[in-house]
């Protein structure tokens, strides 16, 4: 609850029972949130688009972006998963359309993701070196790691 104390000027913020409290002792007054005052004390309306985002390396994505207040947050990924990750709440009828029809006009926009998600040299290296090692230990002779890398070290060096 909002209140002025009445020797300072000073508006503050108080709990409830303390601001209560505060009025009855005649130190403080309450304030009320004027409906005329940017905000008006009430939350702004959520606004919801669908935008082409430049991600990382110059790479353009699809991207629903949800603000409200201060908070901005933007979705990309299957439509069919909208509903279940994104926001915390429902995503407007008209929106999830507009996303779901422009994701499968442009297969370009989702590249960016479906590399996220797609095989990586990075994988494709530890899954060579993992059968590497599954290989030696069948025949008896484990493969040490280098104590200062992690990486493999090659039986007989």
Known sequence: MKVKNLF???????????ALALIRQGLCARVDVDPTAPGGGKMPAPQ???????????????????????RDETYSGA????????FGREVPEAVAKEYAQQWLASPELRKFLDRQT???PENEQAAKELATANDVAK???????SPATGLVIPVGF
């Open 79 to 86: 439509p069919l998963e909208l509903t279940a990750r994104a």
């Open 48 to 70: 919801w688009t669908v935008e082409i985002i430049k991600g990382f390396q110059n790479q353009d994505y699809l991207a629903i972006r949800f603000r409200q207040g201060s």
């Open 118 to 120: 797609g095989p990586h």
């Open 139 to 145: 025949r008896g002779k484990c493969p040490r790691r």
């Open 8 to 18: 300072t000027g000073i508006i503050s913020t108080e709990r409830a029972d303390i």
